[in-house]
């Protein structure tokens, strides 16, 4: 099923509203989403709305939160999130994070008591249109083991990073620090694939390729990746008094219940170093110089990061619309509000 970008974003915007999401959060909300989506970020898109539904349905997710921002100093800050949708809570702290950077050079600002806010790569994309660079640390609930360990205790702990160049071109890094993002594999399911067998282990730690039988996610470059999921942590939790490690709250335990998550973005004013124009000249060769290398055997060539998705979003749109699964269509147009699927389930809703 194709369908055009205003109607996937419209069709979540209802779907999230009929939850009971007011409409300028549900607007915020199903942005980012599609964003997501167009992009081919399918696992951070329309798969997540039926979860978010039931979440803000049962209590878990404010509907109508108290915001409050208190500047910590000339540049940082804590945004109070009130357990609000986490879309929202992370667009408006990263709003108060570029105006900072803007005036005083920059900015460091944790997002406290917030709930999920799905692919980080939007928020640094954002200081990025705005001629900042940004970096941004998002915690999640215990799904991989460390290094040498046999049970969770971080989560896949997103990292972010983005940069404008002199063109149209934005350099935009978002990853797991795990193998793979557990969206993914949530992916693989709604459309019954196999992963590849080193994304996850099973109940005995061993590689696994289905997908229903995963037990754990492993950090990507063995002790490499699980420094940096302690380095997420220490950053989005630790740092502004959230629950961290395995205290994070599950996505799943009790859809009732806030998850007081946390996240930081940190935004720099190119102009305080470098000077603007010279940096974007300087990130513009970067990645033209990338571009022009000889690429190895079985690769077309040398990608700048967010360049794939910019494409696949130009050959999502050349191709007449998002693609989506059959099933996630029905619900978005049926008057169900969810189907009670994720309530009281394991990390991996199961």
């Given at each position: 099923m194709k369908l055009l970008r205003e109607e996937l974003k419209n069709l979540m915007k209802k779907k999230l509203m009929q939850a009971g999401l007011s409409e300028?959060?549900?607007?915020?909300?199903?942005?980012?989403?599609?964003?997501?989506?167009?992009?081919?970020?399918h696992s951070h898109g329309e798969v997540r709305v039926e979860y978010y539904a039931e979440?803000?349905?049962?209590?878990?997710?404010?509907?109508?939160?108290?915001?409050?921002?208190?500047?910590?100093?000339?540049?940082?800050?804590?945004?109070?999130?009130?357990?609000a949708c986490g879309y929202v809570a992370a667009t408006y702290a990263m709003d108060k994070a570029i105006e900072m950077a803007k005036k005083n050079g920059v900015a460091v600002v944790g997002v406290r008591n917030m709930s999920h806010s799905g692919a980080i790569g939007y928020?640094?994309?954002?200081?990025?249109?705005?001629?900042?660079?940004?970096?941004?640390?998002?915690?999640?609930?215990?799904?991989?083991?460390?290094?040498?360990?046999?049970?969770?205790?971080?989560?896949?702990?997103?990292?972010s990073f983005a940069a404008p160049t002199a063109d149209e071109r934005l350099?935009?890094?978002?990853?797991?620090?795990?193998?793979?993002?557990?969206?993914?594999?949530?992916?693989?399911?709604?459309?019954?694939?196999?992963?590849?067998?080193?994304?996850?282990?099973?109940?005995?730690?061993?590689?696994?390729?289905?997908?229903?039988?995963?037990?754990?996610?492993?950090?990507?470059?063995?002790?490499?990746g699980y420094g940096l999921m302690m380095m997420v942590d220490v950053f989005s939790g630790v740092l502004i008094g959230v629950p961290f490690g395995k205290h994070v709250s599950s996505m799943y335990h009790d859809l009732s219940e806030g998850r007081n998550l946390g996240q930081i973005h940190i935004v720099i004013d190119p102009e305080r170093f470098?000077?603007?124009?010279?940096?974007?000249?300087?990130?513009?060769?970067?990645?033209?110089?990338?571009?022009?290398?000889?690429?190895?055997?079985?690769?077309?060539?040398?990608?700048?990061?967010?360049?794939?998705?910019?494409?696949?979003?130009?050959?999502?749109?050349k191709s007449g619309g998002i693609e989506i699964v059959d099933e996630i269509y029905e619900y978005l147009i049926s008057d169900q509000i969810h189907f009670d699927r994720y309530d009281h389930k394991n990390r991996f809703a199961d």
């Open positions: 300028e959060h549900a607007e915020i909300t199903s942005e980012i989403l599609t964003w997501s989506s167009e992009r081919g970020y979440r803000i349905a049962k209590g878990g997710i404010t509907v109508n939160p108290r915001f409050r921002w208190e500047e910590t100093g000339p540049c940082s800050g804590i945004f109070e999130g009130d357990n928020y640094t994309e954002m200081a990025a249109k705005q001629d900042l660079v940004a970096i941004s640390f998002c915690q999640s609930d215990p799904m991989a083991v460390p290094y040498g360990g046999t049970e969770p205790y971080y989560g896949t702990n997103p990292i350099v935009v890094f978002d990853m797991a620090t795990t193998v793979q993002a557990w969206g993914k594999i949530l992916d693989r399911r709604a459309n019954n694939q196999d992963i590849p067998s080193d994304w996850a282990v099973d109940e005995k730690g061993l590689p696994v390729t289905d997908p229903h039988l995963v037990n754990a996610l492993v950090p990507m470059s063995g002790a490499k470098v000077g603007i124009e010279k940096f974007k000249q300087s990130m513009s060769k970067v990645c033209d110089e990338l571009g022009e290398m000889t690429p190895v055997e079985g690769h077309k060539k040398v990608y700048y990061p967010g360049e794939r998705a910019a494409l696949r979003r130009e050959d999502t749109y």
